[in-house]
């Protein structure tokens, strides 16, 4: 919570006090998010359809294709199951990059003890395994739901969405591809607006209906690692993978560049005879200043001419070191944008 003095012609007023909540895309748990508005039928048939010829996805996919159609509520082919399927999880996050990997708790499990519904799996058919797996699924999401959908957004004023599009866009166009995936998902389930639903729903546990998120600011990280100029397509790239649903008259949003700690300077640096916009900055353990032009930040999806070649090298800064002896602040790029989006409207 921030709690912020107030004063109007030299009229102290009652202090502001807003909500703040920072989510660190693709945090497992954010993840979640979209499974509370979708089906396990619907969850399994998604999730099967995107593993399809995936080689990491061999082992659970023989597996799952190898249970008969009304196969029992057998709790040894769960088991089995959820083992192979949290296993292939696991592969695909440290192995391949990939972030659109649900459950998110699968990979960040909640402290203490596991409930016995979180052994599920994506299943087709029917039978008692397919029910008993249904029936685990709608426990998990009842857990996300109670445990973390409402609590945390159920009283915000404000969000901020921290996303790092540079790392997705080096890793490559299969995992860049399951990171927009993912991010486009997991905004399409933040539900900024009140809707009727929900402060029916809200009144029915006899609870206060949830206040609008009214500002929402999505903020693509490390962005001083490309040079300015390539900063306004990363916010646009940012604007077209992050769904645009949320906003409206009562809701705005904003999709800015910003390092917390800036780890380099713009310069222009002569490349091939042409002058280029470009960073340099200290590799960690490295005194020299090294100079950076990791390419042409796409403003929009890329396309397939623009995987045709390596993109987007992105070195492994050291922060800038704080001027004046550290008198002059941690230097920083776009968090006073930020603020001013968020804050306006308050003081």
Same mark, same amino acid.
């Given at each position: 919570d921030l709690v912020l003095?107030?004063?109007?012609?030299?009229?102290?007023?009652?202090?502001?006090?807003?909500? %703040?909540?920072?989510?660190?895309?693709?945090?497992?748990?954010? +993840?979640? +998010?979209?499974?509370?508005?979708?089906?396990?039928?619907?969850?399994?048939?998604?999730? %099967?359809?995107?593993?399809?010829?995936?080689?990491?996805?061999?082992?659970?996919?023989?597996?799952?294709?190898?249970?008969?159609?009304?196969?029992?509520?057998?709790?040894?082919?769960?088991?089995?199951?959820?083992?192979?399927?949290?296993?292939?999880? =696991?592969?695909?996050?440290?192995?391949?990059? +990939?972030?659109?990997?649900?459950?998110?708790?699968?990979?960040?499990?909640?402290?203490?003890?596991?409930?016995?519904?979180?052994?599920?799996?994506?299943?087709?058919?029917?039978?008692?395994?397919?029910?008993?797996?249904?029936?685990?699924?709608?426990?998990?999401?009842?857990? @996300?739901?109670?445990?973390?959908?409402?609590?945390?957004?159920?009283?915000?004023?404000?969000?901020?969405?921290?996303?790092?599009?540079?790392?997705?866009?080096?890793?490559?166009?299969?995992?860049?591809?399951?990171?927009?995936? =993912?991010?486009?998902? =997991?905004?399409?389930?933040?539900?900024?607006?009140?809707?009727?639903l929900d402060t029916a729903?809200? %009144?029915?546990?006899?609870?206060?209906?949830?206040?609008?998120?009214?500002?929402?600011?999505?903020?693509?990280?490390?962005?001083?690692?490309?040079?300015?100029?390539?900063?306004?397509?990363?916010?646009?790239?940012?604007?077209?993978?992050?769904?645009?649903?949320?906003?409206?008259?009562?809701?705005?949003?904003?999709?800015?560049?910003?390092?917390?700690?800036?780890?380099?300077?713009?310069?222009?640096?002569?490349?091939?005879?042409?002058?280029?916009?470009?960073?340099?900055?200290?590799?960690?353990?490295?005194?020299?200043? +090294?100079?950076?032009?990791?390419?042409?930040?796409?403003?929009?999806?890329?396309?397939? =001419?623009?995987?045709?070649?390596?993109?987007?090298?992105?070195?492994?800064?050291?922060?800038?070191?704080?001027?004046?002896?550290?008198?002059?602040? @941690?230097?920083?790029?776009?968090?006073?944008?930020?603020?001013?989006?968020? %804050?306006?409207?308050?003081?």
């Amino acid at each position: 919570d921030l709690v912020l003095d107030r004063q109007r012609l030299g009229i102290s007023l009652p202090p502001a006090r807003i909500r %703040l909540e920072l989510l660190d895309y693709p945090g497992e748990w954010l +993840l979640d +998010l979209p499974l509370v508005r979708t089906t396990y039928a619907e969850w399994s048939a998604t999730v %099967l359809r995107r593993l399809e010829g995936h080689p990491m996805a061999q082992e659970f996919l023989a597996y799952a294709a190898a249970l008969p159609a009304g196969a029992p509520a057998d709790e040894a082919l769960a088991a089995t199951g959820h083992r192979l399927y949290r296993a292939m999880l =696991a592969r695909m996050r440290d192995g391949a990059g +990939l972030s659109l990997l649900q459950p998110g708790r699968f990979l960040m499990p909640a402290p203490g003890p596991e409930p016995a519904w979180m052994a599920f799996f994506p299943m087709r058919g029917g039978g008692g395994l397919h029910s008993l797996l249904a029936l685990r699924y709608a426990a998990y999401v009842r857990a @996300v739901q109670e445990d973390l959908a409402e609590p945390m957004f159920g009283n915000l004023d404000r969000m901020v969405v921290l996303v790092d599009l540079l790392s997705a866009l080096s890793a490559g166009e299969a995992a860049f591809d399951d990171a927009s995936g =993912a991010l486009t998902a =997991a905004a399409g389930a933040l539900r900024w607006r009140r809707s009727l639903l929900d402060t029916a729903l809200a %009144l029915g546990r006899l609870q206060r209906p949830p206040r609008t998120v009214s500002r929402v600011a999505y903020a693509a990280t490390k962005s001083d690692h490309v040079a300015e100029r390539q900063r306004g397509n990363l916010s646009a790239l940012l604007r077209a993978l992050a769904s645009p649903e949320s906003s409206g008259p009562d809701v705005r949003t904003a999709h800015l560049p910003i390092a917390a700690v800036r780890c380099t300077e713009d310069f222009v640096w002569t490349l091939d005879g042409r002058p280029v916009s470009a960073v340099r900055g200290r590799r960690i353990g490295d005194e020299r200043l +090294l100079r950076s032009y990791p390419g042409e930040v796409p403003d929009r999806p890329p396309d397939a =001419a623009f995987w045709a070649h390596p993109f987007l090298q992105l070195p492994v800064f050291e922060p800038r070191r704080p001027p004046e002896a550290g008198r002059g602040g @941690v230097p920083e790029l776009g968090l006073d944008a930020l603020l001013l989006f968020l %804050l306006d409207g308050v003081l």
